[in-house]
């Protein structure tokens, strides 16, 4: 059980360029997320997704976009990278629970990118 | 107003002090509480969470919530080096939806 990873960990692209981040899970959750982490902005929601097939915008969505194709796969694309993106990228999943205070998150390891 | 608000820190304490980390929420309709744990290049792990008021207890680590002021704190009683990391706080949006809002982080450095 690897519960959330990420690739790649690690990424460097110039302005203009695109790339895909693959998250995957194997706990059969529902819900997949995936964040930004920023020096003091703290972990912000770009998109989620409630099911395969289906996905929805968080607070900063622009200049990305996401795939659910698969329930254990949640994408992450950048079609034209710019500087204001480089950040770290945390993918988590949670599972629905119709007992809420039984709700968590798991986060994945992250993907640190750098746009140049 | 951001949902959740978090002094950033950073904050430094020897080993065995007591620690208390804080944060405030916004909306009252917030019931649902978390605290997740973030070590140096590591990815959020849930630490505790509690549900609508008063305190909830695990080893070392106490959660409250005062919904009168809208603070919740976290307690970490006889600290330890290990317990050196980001303490992240956060709520879940009223209705469910498994959408969470996240503080920005209280980075903790207890030296031995």
């Known amino acids: 059980n690897a519960g959330v990873t990420q690739t790649p960990k690690f990424r460097v692209l110039k302005t203009g360029q695109s790339m895909t981040l693959l998250c995957a899970q194997d706990m059969n959750h529902e819900y997949m997320y995936w964040y930004r982490q920023d020096p003091g902005m703290g972990l912000r929601l770009i998109h989620y997704?409630?099911?395969?097939?289906?996905?929805a915008k968080g607070e900063v969505p622009d200049g990305y976009n996401v795939s659910r194709l698969k329930k254990q796969n949640f994408l992450l694309g950048l079609e034209s990278a710019a500087p204001s993106q480089t950040s770290v990228y945390f993918c988590a999943s949670s599972s629905l629970q119709r007992v809420i205070s039984t709700d968590t998150q798991y986060f994945g390891p992250g993907t640190r990118l750098t746009v140049l | 107003q951001k949902e959740v608000e978090q002094d950033p820190g950073p904050l430094s304490v020897p080993e065995g002090a007591i620690v208390s980390l804080n944060c405030t929420y916004s909306?009252?309709?917030?019931?649902?509480f978390m605290w997740y744990r973030q070590y140096s290049r590591k990815g959020p792990e849930l630490l505790m969470y509690?549900?609508?008021?008063g305190n909830k207890e695990d080893g070392r680590f106490t959660a409250q919530v005062d919904k009168s002021s809208k603070y919740i704190s976290l307690f970490i009683r006889d600290s330890q080096p290990s317990d050196s990391a980001t303490y992240l706080c956060a709520t879940q949006r009223p209705g469910g939806g498994n959408q969470f809002y996240f503080g920005t982080g209280t980075s903790l450095t207890v030296i031995p």
């Open positions: 997704s409630v099911g395969e097939g289906t996905t």
């Open positions: 909306n009252s309709a917030f019931q649902y």
């Open positions: 509690t549900y609508s008021s």
